[in-house]
């Protein structure tokens, strides 16, 4: 695989990377994995490359700032 950064793709190579990435964005219920694709839209977008959305992401993980809230899927066991 080449270069994955914004000058070096077009969006449609964007879309296919991000979503070989994350996988099936269905296959879970609570509604974490739809919230990843979001995540990446700014690189889709071609407004952030990845490794500033990613290491956003881990600066707010690890500082404690709060996030959005989870959702449950109603999954009742």
Same mark, same amino acid.
């Given at each position: #695989?080449?270069?994955?950064?914004? !000058? ?5 190579? +964007?879309? +296919?990377?991000? &979503? ?13 994995? &739809?919230?990843? &694709? ?8 071609? !407004? !952030?490359?990845? +490794?500033?959305?990613? #290491?956003?992401?881990? &600066? +707010? ?8 809230? !989870? ?5 009742? #066991?």
């Amino acid at each position: #695989m080449g270069s994955i950064l914004i !000058k070096d793709t077009s969006r449609e190579e +964007r879309e +296919r990377i991000v &979503a070989e990435s994350i996988g099936n964005i269905n296959g879970s219920c609570d509604g974490c994995m &739809a919230g990843l &694709a979001d995540m990446y839209q700014d690189y889709i977008d071609g !407004k !952030k490359e990845i +490794r500033d959305i990613n #290491m956003e992401f881990r &600066a +707010r993980y690890e500082s404690g700032i709060e996030g959005p809230e !989870k959702q449950s899927c109603g999954y009742m #066991m």
